[in-house]
């Protein structure tokens, strides 16, 4: 092997010598507080331009391992300030009287208690549950007829295919906004046509969750249908064809041979329409705000009739400032999602042992 | 008999099929016909044709256009922007990091890899109000804004969808022989000229998959950049200024549904240039995830 060059070794070092002091001198000047509007400027070029050091720094030896660091810094960087960082922040947080900005006090248990106190989130921990509940029944059911439709033998399915997928390419935002005209502007038509009452399913709380299932099946169960369509597609032809010949009758096929084949199918669309229903917050957000008023839950009277757990987190947060409360219930929000998870991969790992 | 009986249980199929398809599809018909129509003639009959006219059409187009709160060309450059920077980086990023995690068989690439994974699971509600303070302190410490930034929001995506780019890549990567690398370094590659010269063109299929479940996720997102940019900001993705929009425009229809339209028609047109490409991306980003 050849030798590295005098100025490739000398290039190397400034390079290193130079971004580390760079990175320090901005550093300090950005901790002293100087104003100085260059210093992440500073830090940024310094780090840079000890990467390039580094990389062309004279080892063969070590050559693969400084490729490595480099190749995984920056990803590994953005995914520790942005998610493993706040995280950790996150969960220390909501021990505090933390307002967003600073920390003065420890509290303990506090924040937990006085989340569970309050009748506002009781309630929407139970339509979140009630929703997740629907959703999972509904967008399995609908998809799943969706896919059987889907996989035999229709002129056109690409097209179907096609048409019931397309509510999934667009956000809850707008798709909210869509649904709020159809239910509070053409709906209300209907009901005046048919009894005479201009009636609109989001002016009352139970109606209105029904509204946003209804958004919910219509946007999910198309996305759904894909999954079941790839299930059903791995079914051997020549499995069908046994059972056809044997005069196995259509439901018989349907219950006997198709749904137990696709059980693990089954398995990833029940947790997929269970993770994302109970993250809802795009539609929710954008049909109803989560208004809606409940007379009385348990002795309280409550105005957050459709107010799912993850908008009652934005809201406690964002809205009414309560930070550290906010964010004690989002660590109870990602408890329950995890505990869900680990039963999800305990199911899957199971099935795939019996199989 | 038979015969018979097939042909009209294809002929029921068919029906339902299209019956079905006109209920997914109808509200999207409402949207472009009442786009096309004044405020009154939406209150009067929002299913009917009457009242549509071209001219309707431009006018709410131009209305919604030249809103203050909206700012729709500004906003649809924001997004794409972010976007293409985001899924570009993620991609090239997401391939260095998990051919890293692949082919090096340590305690160290086996941590990282079980972070990224694990994390997974994180939903967003538990780390965005910490991670507002975070980039705002961030940026406060460095001089560069984090929030409100485009470079601020690009960011943070690479932080959320690093660790799905990385767990698909990786089932991908596992599967290219080992020994296709071996010949290079013979023939005299370093390793940085086998990951782009050799593994990375290999990538294309599953580098479309993610792109595609990325860009469908960060095109469409609204609590992040909602979140990072401020209602009142003056940086706004499609989806926040779509929520600005209609927050200020209380009931206008013809308004709120023209700039629904507006927010449609770049996926949809993308949509049926890609079918293929998007079902099966989604399938698999599925499957795997």
Partial sequence: ?355 | MKTKEKVSSLIIKTVIAVLVAAYVLFPFFLVVINSCKATEDITANPIGFKGISFANLVSNLTDVINNTHFRFWYAILVSFVVTLLSLVLLALLGAMAAWVICRNHTKWSAAIYFTFIASMIIPFQVVMLPLISTFRDVGKFMGIPMLQSVSGLVFAYLGFGGAMTVFILTGFIKGIPITLEEAASIDGCSPEQTFFRIIFPLLKPVITTVTILNGMWIWNDYLLPSMMLGQNGKIKTLPVAVQAFVGSYVKQWNLILAAAMLAIIPIVILFLFAQRQIIDGMIEGAVKG
């Fill in chain 1, 1 to 355: 092997m050849h030798e590295f060059s005098a100025g490739r070794k000398i290039t190397s070092f400034a390079l290193i010598a130079g971004g580390l002091g760079l990175l320090i001198f901005g550093l300090v000047i950005a901790i002293i507080g100087t104003g100085n509007p260059f210093r992440g400027a500073f830090m940024i070029g310094g780090t840079v331009a000890f990467f390039v050091g580094l990389y062309l720094f004279p080892t063969f030896k070590h050559h693969r391992t400084i490729v490595n660091i480099i190749f995984l810094f920056p990803l590994l960087f953005a995914f520790a300030v942005t998610v493993i960082i706040p995280l950790i922040l996150g969960i220390g947080y909501s021990f505090t009287n933390w307002d967003g900005i600073r920390v003065t006090k420890a509290l303990g248990l506090e924040n937990y208690i006085r989340m569970f106190k309050q009748p506002g989130f009781l309630w929407s921990v139970l339509i979140t549950v009630l929703f997740v509940i629907f959703n999972i029944v509904l967008v399995n059911f609908v998809a799943f007829l969706l896919a059987l439709l889907c996989t035999s033998k229709l002129k056109g399915i690409g097209f179907f295919r096609a048409a019931y997928f397309i509510p999934n390419l667009i956000g809850g935002i707008v798709l909210g906004y869509i649904w709020q005209f159809i239910f509070s502007s053409v709906f209300t038509k209907l009901t005046t046509a048919l009894f005479d009452q201009r009636y609109s399913m989001l002016s009352e709380t139970k109606t209105a969750f029904i509204g946003i299932v209804i958004v919910y099946v219509w946007q999910y169960a198309g996305y759904i249908m894909l999954i079941y369509i790839t299930g059903l597609n791995t079914i051997p032809g020549d499995v069908l064809e046994a059972s056809a010949i044997d005069g196995a009758s259509k439901t018989q096929t349907l219950f006997n041979i198709k749904l137990p084949m696709i059980a693990s199918t089954i398995t990833i669309c029940t947790f997929l329409t269970l993770t994302s229903a109970f993250k809802q917050f795009d539609v929710n957000l954008a049909l109803t705000n989560g208004t809606g008023s409940v007379a009385n839950f348990f002795g309280n009277y409550l105005t957050n009739g459709t107010q799912m757990l993850a908008l009652n987190i934005y809201n406690t947060a964002v809205i009414n400032n309560q930070y550290a409360l906010g964010q004690a219930k989002a660590v109870f929000f990602f408890v329950v999602l995890a505990i869900v998870s680990i039963i999800q991969i305990r199911i899957s790992n199971k099935k795939e042992v019996e199989l």
